[in-house]
Structures are given as C-alpha cells and as structure tokens.
C-alpha cells in the first residue's frame, strides 16, 4: 500500500485474521465537509489509491460484499475488475499531516471495480452535507470513475442504497448508519435508481 499508507513494520496472520502494524504518523482526520480545503487533497488520495499494483495477497480477495445486493449476478459482474480496492473510505481513515496524506485501517481490502471506493467517497460526501452533484463533480477527479461505464455505477448506487437501509434497519439506535442510508438514498435517487420519498418513479 505504499506510499499512501504509512510503512508497514509488522504483519502476522493465522487462518482467520491478518494483523498488521503500521509506523505511527502525526496526521489528523479529513474533513468532507463542503468547501473543505481538503477535498482535492481527500481526491487525490483516492486517484492514487486506484493506481497501485495488486499486492499479491489480495488477488485471492474478490469484491463481493455488495453482490446480495444487486439484482442478479449478471448485474454483480459489473462489480468486478481488477483494481485494488480500500472499500472504507471515510474522513477517519484519509488523514492528512504535514509530511503527507495517508490512507489507514485496512480492514477490507478486496480486488474490483476501480470505480468502488471513488463511488464510496460520493456517498461520504454526501452524508458530509454535499450535493449529489457536488459529491459526483469531485468523485470525477478520479480516473477510474470517468472511465467507468456508468451503467455499473447506476447498478452500485442502487446496491449500495439498499446496503446501507439494510444496515440501518437491523440497527435502528445507530444514528450514523441512518445517516449513511440516507446519503446513499439521496444519491440513488439523484442516478433515477431509486424512488423520490414520496413519489413513485416514472
């Protein structure tokens, strides 16, 4: 993952679990907010995130968390590829310091489509008080969202709308996760992928 996360000076692992430990880097959590002047750095990490070689490991850890929730398989194939994905990408985890811009806990770390984690930042941003519009102006800083067909992204949008209501629902006292599904919602409904409250789609 190097040179976006800070240097790995550890790892152990069993057949359940992979540790890792990392160098301490003095950094502070990003802010999404709109008119952050962070967010070209917060893009840039995510562009170069999409530009890093497969490690070796991760070729046997195919995307696939959000396949229950698209409509068929032939729509979850528009999930895959063959980019090195982070899939959580969120204002703690892009820190921002002095000597450098990091992406941190890589708890689940898969192989995909390149558009995943730009389309991840969309709904972040959003949740953060974005626009739909303004979430997808920045995500397309990203090369491998304006390459992407945006059939796959439409199907992503819906899947990950119904992600995040599931979550939300069989965890109702997590304020956050409600959050979550209504940035994603938002974002749904912005790609006519998923109804206006209210109203039924034509």
């Known amino acids: 993952m190097q ?8 790892h152990a692992d069993d057949d359940e679990w992979l540790a890792l430990g990392f160098d301490v880097v003095d ?3 990003s802010d999404f907010t709109p008119a952050s002047p962070d967010l070209p750095g917060v893009v840039d990490l995510v562009n170069r995130l999409g530009d890093l070689p497969i490690p070796d490991i991760a070729r046997d850890w195919p995307e696939s968390r959000w396949d229950r929730f698209a409509v068929d398989e032939t729509e979850a194939e528009l999930f895959r590829g063959d980019t090195l994905l982070h899939t959580d990408i969120n204002p703690s985890n892009l820190i ?3 000597r450098g811009r990091w992406i941190v ?3 689940w770390p898969t192989r995909g489509a390149g558009f995943i984690d730009p389309a991840c930042l969309v709904v972040q941003l959003i949740a953060a008080g974005h626009t739909p519009e303004a ?9 491998a969202w304006a390459d992407a067909d945006s059939i796959a ?4 949008a819906a899947a990950t709308r119904r992600m995040h209501r599931s979550r939300a629902d069989r965890n109702p006292e997590a304020t956050w996760l409600e959050a979550m599904a209504a940035a994603a919602g938002a974002w749904a409904v912005h790609r006519g992928v998923a109804e206006v409250p209210g109203q039924a789609m034509t």
């Open 135 to 143: 979430a997808e102006a920045w995500a397309a800083g990203c090369r």
């Open 153 to 156: 992204i439409d199907a992503f």
């Open 27 to 29: 950094a502070r959590r």
């Open 96 to 98: 921002l310091g002095e």
């Open 3 to 10: 040179p976006i996360s800070p240097t790995l000076l550890w």
């Open 105 to 107: 806990d890589w708890s």
